[in-house]
Structures are given as structure tokens and as C-alpha cells.
């Protein structure tokens, strides 16, 4: 399974950027999808994650309300539209692929088997 990330840039404080996770057809409709993001000296953060069994979505407590994913089922891509950006989303975002079947999917790092490379996100001004 193979995943390639893209969208990430330099936004100001408040704006908005929207990250693509493409892939196959078959880990499109077969796995999980998540998106994690690893700023400088910390540890990588799930954030958040859509369902492929319903298309259900889940987001960290630190996202919510401000970033939406969503499935592309014409392009087998997992978009992350992300808002209101702050200096502290500022980090390298990666999406992974989880083959066990989660209707209700949790954006934990254990859950994923496969990860495509980051995109860097920085949010500053």
C-alpha cells in the first residue's frame, strides 16, 4: 500500500490549508485512513481519521472543530481541510493506512500498518 501526502505550505496565523492523501483504489476502500502530524522535538500526534466502513470521522480534541476530512471516492484520495490555523499546528503531516476494520476509527498510531511521507506545514507570520 502505497500513499503519497501533499498540500502543505506556509499560511499565516488563521488561514487555512487543505492536505490530499492519495492512494489505490483497493487500500482506498479497504483500510482506514489517518492523518498524523510530528511537529519539531515532539512526538507524532494522531489526529484524526475516516472510516472506510461508513466513512465515519474522528478527530483529536486539538483539531476539532477546525479540521474536516473527508473521502474522495472519485479520486481515492482522504482530504484534510484544515482552518483557522495557529503557530502550533506547525509541524510535519504524514496519512497512514490501516488494514483492521474500524467502523468507529481512532486516529492511534498502532492502528496503522502503512505510512506515506510528510508533508511540512508551517503556520506562521
Known amino acids: 500500500v502505497q500513499l503519497q501526502a501533499s498540500g502543505g505550505g506556509l499560511v499565516q496565523p488563521g488561514g487555512s490549508l487543505r492536505l490530499s492523501c492519495a492512494t489505490s483504489?483497493?487500500?482506498?476502500?479497504?483500510?482506514?485512513i489517518g492523518w498524523f502530524r510530528q511537529a519539531p522535538g515532539k512526538e507524532r500526534e494522531g489526529i484524526s481519521c475516516?472510516?472506510?466502513?461508513?466513512?465515519?470521522?474522528s478527530y483529536a480534541d486539538s483539531v476539532k472543530g477546525r479540521f474536516t476530512i473527508s473521502r474522495d471516492t472519485a479520486k481515492n484520495t482522504v482530504t484534510l481541510q484544515m482552518n483557522s490555523l495557529q503557530p502550533e499546528d506547525t509541524a510535519v503531516y504524514y496519512c497512514?493506512?490501516?488494514?483492521?476494520?474500524?467502523?468507529?476509527?481512532?486516529?492511534?498510531?498502532?492502528?496503522?500498518?502503512?505510512w506515506g511521507q510528510g508533508t511540512e506545514v508551517t503556520v506562521s507570520s
Open positions: 483504489a483497493f487500500a482506498f476502500n479497504s483500510h482506514t
Open positions: 497512514a493506512a490501516g488494514r483492521r476494520p474500524q467502523p468507529y476509527c481512532s486516529p492511534s498510531r498502532g492502528e496503522y500498518d502503512y
Open positions: 475516516i472510516s472506510n466502513i461508513g466513512g465515519r470521522p
